[in-house]
């Protein structure tokens, strides 16, 4: 686990996986930002991408056209700890319209760390 995940010790943490529940404790950190809407006028040299709240998340500008239309976002670093969605958008002096959307992953707790802050997960495969 890398020291960008927000791990702090002596913060509590969920109990490890058991075959009686199901459950482990998870961060969310981003995994990659869908571009739904790429919008136009940005400036690609000079704007740049706000995640807020950051999480310690940092996202760039992939890809523009030349109409100033973002294709693609780069994840520089996940972050973590991320129970909601955050607001992400492109900090323009000139463009607008973007809409881009975050794909989560989960990382599994390791036994010697504790993040600040654990999303339970509960398997139901099975259990209906």
Same mark, same amino acid.
């Given at each position: +686990?890398?020291?960008?995940?927000?791990?702090s010790?002596?913060v $509590?943490?969920?109990?490890l996986p058991?075959?009686?529940?199901?459950?482990?404790? +998870? +961060?969310?950190?981003?995994?990659?930002? !869908?571009?739904v809407?790429?919008?136009f006028?940005?400036d690609? $040299?000079?704007?740049t991408?706000? /995640?807020?709240?950051? !999480?310690?998340?940092?996202?760039s =500008?992939?890809?523009?056209?030349?109409?100033? %239309?973002? !294709? $693609? =976002? !780069?994840?520089?670093?996940?972050?973590?700890?991320?129970?909601?969605?955050?607001?992400?958008? =492109? @900090? $323009?002096?000139?463009?607008?319209?973007?809409?881009?959307?975050?794909?989560?992953? %989960?990382?599994?707790? /390791?036994?010697?760390i504790a993040? %600040?802050? =654990?999303? @339970?997960?509960i398997?139901?495969?099975?259990?209906f």
């Amino acid at each position: +686990v890398s020291p960008g995940l927000g791990i702090s010790p002596g913060v $509590s943490r969920g109990d490890l996986p058991t075959s009686e529940t199901g459950e482990y404790p +998870v +961060v969310l950190t981003i995994d990659s930002i !869908n571009v739904v809407d790429g919008g136009f006028n940005y400036d690609c $040299s000079k704007d740049t991408v706000v /995640v807020e709240p950051d !999480n310690g998340a940092k996202l760039s =500008i992939g890809r523009c056209d030349a109409l100033g %239309t973002i !294709n $693609s =976002i !780069n994840v520089d670093d996940g972050g973590s700890g991320f129970k909601d969605d955050p607001n992400i958008y =492109i @900090q $323009s002096a000139s463009g607008y319209n973007v809409k881009l959307v975050p794909t989560f992953k %989960t990382i599994k707790v /390791v036994e010697d760390i504790a993040p %600040t802050q =654990i999303i @339970q997960v509960i398997d139901c495969v099975g259990k209906f």
